[in-house]
């Protein structure tokens, strides 16, 4: 029968249901057949009980000397006037009583008229011919006994006999003799001079008993047939829950059927003590025939039930037994279920154990934790063996299901087997990797103890023959060790641990190897060495020790930094991963502009609902489990039933627990998902209810920014019964911690449904808003992500937020080169890079530490150590470095400090160079209007006000000039003096001077929101000609002076000079940067040496590559918007 879902029931309980069906039926065929054996109009005692008490007419049970019945009509003086209705009824009922096969005898009718007169005798035979429904085989009847009514009745019944028209003879009697002499005294009743016992009250109350414990029998039977065929027909069910409801159910049906059965067999004994009770009182008394009639028809029926009711026991046991076998089966199948799932999760836990240790101490922690899990899962593994033997015994007690129990347990039988093999098999890997870095360790601490050997020994003793003796004779003594613990053959070593040599751990046994080969190398040429200066000294020889600490250092890494390095290289790839993924989702979007077909948009329509029904559908699930943390947990909170539980460390910690999370909640589920609801039959539309409550997504952000509190805080209280608590009643599988991270996977799984929906919309009318929904979702899954990283900076004393906003935050390798410091220094910084992670902000850009914390989850986070930040109005940029396309300099005060930054690759360059173009960008414009306002204001010889964003610094007090200087100062836009001469074009390396155009010369990246103010005067750029007022700041030589200088002051072209400040007589105190001398210069020597151009204040760069000359001056707006934000701390 398999698992007794394909059959209802079992052949053993067939047989009994058809053995209990036949006595049903044939319980209820007595009912229906022995007693109610009437055709036509089936009447019961109870109907026509009134009718019958009236005793007009009655049944004594008499019989005549055939056997016929007798049918007494007493003396009854309003015969007539017995309506015809109620005289058929009792008629019909009395001559349906007898067996049939009396009744086919015929009747003796007994009519007694002794008291009444003829016409009255006439009237009653005339109707009891008239209406008689059964045979007749003799009509009695005793005459008036008056004498005028006697002779009376004579004379007319011989006159009228004809009119009677009754087929049987109908006999005038005169007295009651005469009627003994047609029937037996016994069979009459005492009114007729008989001895018959009858008592027609009595009669009347047993036939009604009679028939009512017929009709109990019945419906019993009729309970009993139903009840039988439901319990033939049930389907076992599948799972536990339902088999034992329809267990309970039978069972109660059960004890009702059982308890009907019995009212009914007290009830027939108690009718058939009655009906015999006559036998009782007088033992010489007999029944008569009809009660022994209603006798034996009352002991068949009880006969009947009787029978009925041990084929129902029988045919329930076998039932009851298939039910129980089929409940245990279903909880047989529940546990297999559940331990198999368990079995299973341990198998696959165990298959993770590919770690065979990178040392002995790993090794040693690996066979712990191999040791731990064994016995954390032998809880499972007992369970498994407990069941298996459960269902061994189910087998053994002959249960219908042998065939599903056999195969599940011999499938718990194998897991086990399974299990214990792994285990078994990976302790024993363990124990080879012990074992072989037992074999390295011994080897390499051998190798550390030669080498100290070797150091150790003195070299001055070892001068003297004898001292060369003594040191052989311990090199020799120490090689002798070695073959306890080195490594003897390297081959053999690959042979026997090949199972666990791991590619890492086979490059550590091969460095131990030659690290071993070196060491016994050396102690050969040591041997070599004093064994010439034990055989003979020629000349003193002084061996040269090797010292320790330069030996003991191995020349390759360990497996766990090699790892290490290999860990690094690969988080850089991953992180090259997203962009390469991104760029090939974008490429796979695209799909052909092909026409596609009716059967295709279709097939693109059925996606896109597929798609707004998981979004509907998740989104339902993730506001229901919203509610159910905030009301199971975060209210629970405040419940004081629940106070005693709270530990003290979460005491009013509710919000930085949950943070913002019934913000987010109120937000989805009264706005977000009611409108989400109203894109179900357009989804390609779903676009715009995104982009309409985007800053409504802002929330996340904070959620996102508290979840590193709220993961410390989960971890301190974990272990709080308060939470156990919570999470029994809501009957939860996980942990709260689980359920506060739906907010944030939610928010990173709306951007993955809109690339879903985008994919099959693109030919939609919504696809732009599909579009720009999921580069706004992208957008604040940057800003949560930046954000994150921006909270984890230490170190800083100023405000983040006075910074502006987060524009973009990551990791790059930094080279510095200073104009100023020592020039070792200088040498150093430029070939070692530092490791940076860079956050560029509107106003300034910060260079940090990034520092690895211990610990999990959000506690493993990295942190930033604040290193240095640099003010963006003071920032210039090189986008092309020679020699690697992912270089860039930020360089800052007009070179002064230089900043090369590599970015991991050329795409997340180009993107932080048009990123830190755009802020400069806007901060010239920025410079422009504040230039243009001080001309306006110098113009008008009113105070110059500071421009936006600086700060009251030295270089602010720079820009006070005179009255007299302000009219031929370049700085000054006030004259507005335009040349007639054609403009000039613009010189090499000006590529960004021109933001407005920055493709007209790609390779030209020298840019800074310094330069153009320096350069935006109209004379300039026009091509001014004249005398340029100098003004401090660094300069670059034009025209060489290699002859010399005033004062010895020699200069190159191409040096950096600075230009300090003006003396007196025109003199200028003027610094060559270069070579580091000083002097006054007078200033028609110095315009001479920085030459007459309009652009004299551009200096030349040598560091940078040929295409990228040009860089901002020093006395430019940079200057005069403040210092740098921070010295270089480190």
Known sequence: ?????????????????????????????????????????????????????????????????????????????????????????????????????????????????????????????????????????????????????????????????????????????????????????????????????????????????????????????????????????????????????????????????????????????????????????????????????????????????????????????????????????????????????????????????????????????????????????????????????????????????????????????????????????RRELLGKSLELHHLLEASMKWCDQGIYLLASQPVDKCQSQDGAEAALQEIEKFLETGAENKIQELSKIYQDYESILTKDLREHVQKVFQKQEGVEEMFHRRQASLKKLAAKQTRPVQPVAPRPEALTKSPCPSPGSRRGSENSSEGSGLRRGPYRRAKSEMSESRPGRSSSTGDEEESLAILRRHVMNELLDTERVYVEELLCVLEGYAAELDNPLMAHLVSPGLQNKKDVLFGNMEEIYHFHNRIFLRELEGYTDCPELVGRCFLERMEEFQVYEKYCQNKPRSESLWRQCSDSPFFQECQRKLDHKLSLDSYLLKPVQRITKYQLLLKEMLKYSRSCAGAEHLQEALSSILGILKAVNDSMHLIAITGYDGDLSGLGKLLMQGSFSVWTDHKRGHSKVKDLARFKPMQRHLFLHEKAVLFCKKREESGEGYEKAPSYSYKQSLNMAAVGITENVKGDVRKFEIWYNAREEVYIVQAPTPEVKAAWVSEIRKVLTSQLQACREASQHRALEQSQSLPLPAPPGTSPSKGATRNIQKPEERKTDPLSLGGHVRSTSPPKPPEKGRGWNKPSQPSEAPEDDGWSSAEELINSSDAEEEGRVGPRKLVPGKYTVVLGDEKGSPDAFAVRSGDVVEVVQEGDEGLWYVRNLTSSKESWVPASSLASLLGTSGSAQCLSSSESSAGSTLLSASSSCGESCGAPLSELQG
Not at 104 to 122: A, E
Not at 149 to 169: G, I
Not at 188 to 201: A, V
Request: glycine share 4%.
């Open 1 to 425: 029968m398999g698992d007794g879902r394909a059959t209802r029931i079992s052949v053993a309980e067939m047989k009994s249901y058809y053995v209990y069906s036949e006595w049903c039926s044939w319980l209820l065929s007595v009912a229906e057949d022995e007693i109610m054996h009437r055709d036509i109009s089936p009447l019961c005692a109870a109907d026509i009980q009134d009718q019958l008490k009236k005793r007009f007419a009655y049944l004594s049970g008499g019989r005549g000397q055939d056997g016929s019945p007798v049918i007494t009509f007493p003396d009854y003086p309003a015969f007539s006037d017995v309506p015809d209705k109620e005289f058929q009824n009792v008629m019909t009922y009395l001559t349906s009583i007898p067996s049939l096969q009396d009744a086919g005898i015929g009747f003796i009718l007994v009519i007694d008229r002794r008291q009444d007169k003829w016409t009255s005798v006439k009237a009653s035979i005339l109707r009891i011919a008239a209406s008689f429904p059964a045979n007749l085989q003799l009509v009695l009847v005793l005459r008036p006994t008056g004498f005028f009514q006697r002779t009376l009745s004579d004379l007319a019944f011989k006159f009228n006999r004809d009119d009677f028209k009754m087929k049987v003879p109908v006999i005038m009697l005169s007295s009651v003799p005469e009627l003994h002499g047609y029937i037996d005294k016994s069979q009459l009743t005492e009114d007729l001079g008989g001895t018959l016992d009858y008592c027609h009250t009595r009669w009347l109350c047993h036939r009604t008993a009679i028939e009512g414990f017929a009709l109990m029998v019945k419906q019993t039977a009729q309970v009993l047939q139903s009840f039988g065929t439901e319990l033939a027909e049930t389907e076992l069910p599948n799972d536990v829950p339902s088999t034992s409801s329809v267990l309970g159910t039978h069972t109660e049906k059960k004890d009702k059927v059982k308890e009907d059965m019995k009212l009914a067999l007290d009830e027939g004994r108690s009718l058939l003590e009655s009906i015999r009770e006559p036998l009782g009182k007088c033992g010489e008394q007999s029944l008569n025939q009809d009660q022994l009639d209603n006798q034996t028809t009352v002991q068949r029926l009880l006969d009947q039930l009787s029978e009925t009711e041990a084929a129902f026991d029988e045919f329930w046991a076998k039932h009851e037994q298939k039910l129980w076998q089929c409940l245990q089966l279903r909880q047989f199948e529940q546990d297999f279920r559940e331990v198999k799932a368990s079995l299973d999760a341990v198998a696959q836990k165990i298959a993770t154990f590919t770690d065979v240790g990178n040392s002995l101490a790993h090794a040693e922690h690996l066979l712990k934790d191999l040791a731990s899990f064994e016995d954390k899962s032998s809880a499972s593994l007992e369970r498994a063996r407990s069941l298996s033997l459960e269902g061994e015994q189910l087998i053994d007690s002959k249960h219908y299901a042998v065939d599903s129990i056999r195969p599940k347990c011999h499938e718990l039988q194998h897991l086990c087997e399974q299990f214990a093999a792994d285990v078994e098999r």
